[in-house]
């Protein structure tokens, strides 16, 4: 392969800041920090080993294929996700704040432990993500692809899930105050030991369709 057109590129652990590993990679004959970026996700999504704690803060990562993706305590910080593809990633403890996420496909992606506060996921796919101990605080989910996704001890204060699918998802010992469940689907949903104080929008003909409801529920 001819030098000129590749070069050396390495992944820092963002707490240590040590170098994780390196490789050549081509260089896009654009050379565009979107090009270079999704080069550098592709050498990680092939790495022979399950990354920790790596860099990827202030990327353009829309509508890249990261399916299958190992990057526990990955760093995503201000990062444009939105359109990307994380089909079975597992990305638990990853730092997602300030991500845009929109009509990302997360289907099946493990998320535990992940912080998504504040992160715009309008319109994601989340069908059966792995979503327990997750931050969701504030988040935007409006339209987004919940169903069989299990919230277990996850907190999502004030999120916004107006139009949402969440058919069979599961809300256990999860903290809902305040969450927007508008015009939401649902049928078979499990909302179990919920702190769903204030939430607006679940209506009496929602709360009919789920299987199993014990929650506290405040006067708003």
Do not use: W
Request: hydrophobic share 40%; aromatic share 4%; glycine share 10%.
């Amino acid at each position: 392969m001819d030098a000129s057109n590749t070069r050396e590129e390495t992944l820092f652990n963002k707490v240590t800041s040590e170098p994780l590993f390196s490789a050549t990679i081509p260089i896009p004959a654009t050379r565009t920090p979107s090009d270079m970026t999704r080069a550098v996700v592709d050498l990680a999504r092939n790495a022979k080993a399950n990354l920790t704690g790596v860099n990827l803060e202030q990327r353009d990562l829309s509508n890249v294929d990261m399916s299958g993706l190992k990057m526990v305590k990955g760093h995503f910080q201000g990062s444009d996700l939105s359109g990307a593809k994380l089909v079975g990633a597992k990305l638990n403890k990853g730092e997602f704040e300030g991500c845009k996420l929109a009509g990302a496909d997360l289907q099946g992606a493990d998320l535990r432990h992940a912080r998504l506060a504040g992160v715009d996921l309008e319109g994601a796919n989340l069908h059966r993500a792995d979503l327990r101990h997750v931050d969701m605080d504030g988040a935007n989910l409006s339209g987004a692809d919940l169903r069989g996704a299990k919230f277990e001890n996850a907190s999502l204060r004030k999120a916004n899930l107006e139009g949402a699918d969440l058919r069979s998802a599961i809300f256990t010992y999860c903290v809902a105050d305040g969450a927007n469940f508008t015009a939401s689907q649902c049928d078979g949903v499990e909302f179990y030991m919920a702190d769903m104080r204030d939430v607006v929008g679940l209506s009496d003909e929602a709360r009919a369709h789920a299987v199993r409801m014990r929650c506290e529920f405040g006067s708003g």
